[in-house]
């Protein structure tokens, strides 16, 4: 089971770009890579998913390196309303197989005025 | 459309009692999940569903807990003689199944175990 480490928080200001980078040194051949967003008291809503290079999504976009062993989720021109929790899950796709979501921890986001 | 829904939102019971929660899906998705929530932690697998065949249990603490889908809708979480450890949020999750794993999480029910 690929398992995935992320800083435990992050700050930054409106209007940067924030990019929180999560290591999967274990990943599968068959792993993709799925970030979830969460705001406190709410469930975690899909962000972005890919497999490797480059995703991008009206949201964020999503870095993976040619060896896939972390992958980078990039959020631009943040404001206050992306405060939230981010969490960076790797797997495999539904392809007949059992697939067990990991959410771990997830990184803690605070964007300051 | 609508979200996925789970009832009821908050359930304060004493210990030893059963409880079932109650999660229904995004209409026509094909996979239902279950997760338990304590505050400052990410959502932990407890199970899974394909249609009406739970794939997977290996998330369940113990032979107190159990799930069923039974017409591969609606499912129900059950925690039978249950513990103040029990106590979390319980969230629910359904995605088209396939290919990609995008999931949409109901508000979850608090269970508060006295």
């Known amino acids: 089971l690929a398992k995935t480490t992320q800083p435990i928080s992050m700050d930054s200001y409106e209007g940067q770009e924030v990019n929180i980078t999560c290591s999967h040194n274990?990943?599968?051949?068959?792993?993709?890579i799925t970030w979830y967003q969460q705001f406190p008291s709410q469930g975690p809503r899909f962000i972005i998913q890919?497999?490797?290079t480059k995703v991008t999504n009206e949201v964020a976009s999503l870095f993976i390196p040619a060896d896939r062993k972390s992958s980078t989720l990039s959020l631009p021109r943040v404001s206050l309303s992306d405060t939230a929790v981010y969490y960076c899950?790797?797997?495999?796709?539904?392809?007949?197989?059992?697939?067990?979501?990991?959410f771990g921890r997830g990184t803690s986001l605070i964007v300051h005025p | 459309g609508a979200g996925v829904s789970q009832s009821p939102r908050y359930k304060v019971t004493k210990r030893g009692q059963d409880v079932a929660l109650r999660c229904d899906p995004i209409?026509?998705?094909?996979?239902l999940y279950w997760y338990r929530q304590a505050l400052g932690q990410g959502p932990e697998f407890l199970t899974y569903?394909?249609?009406?065949?739970?794939?997977?249990k290996s998330g369940l603490p113990n032979d107190r807990f159990s799930a069923e889908r039974p017409e591969g809708s609606i499912s129900t979480l059950t925690i039978q003689r249950t513990e103040q450890r029990d106590s979390a949020m319980y969230r629910c999750?359904?995605?088209?199944?396939?290919?990609?794993?995008?999931?949409?999480f109901g508000p979850g029910t608090r269970l508060t175990v006295t």
């Open positions: 999750a359904s995605s088209r199944g396939g290919e990609i794993h995008e999931q949409y």
């Open positions: 274990n990943i599968a051949t068959n792993d993709y």
């Open positions: 890919g497999y490797k």
């Open positions: 899950l790797v797997g495999d796709r539904e392809s007949g197989g059992s697939y067990i979501p990991t």
């Open positions: 209409s026509g998705h094909v996979s």
């Open positions: 569903f394909n249609y009406e065949a739970q794939q997977d």
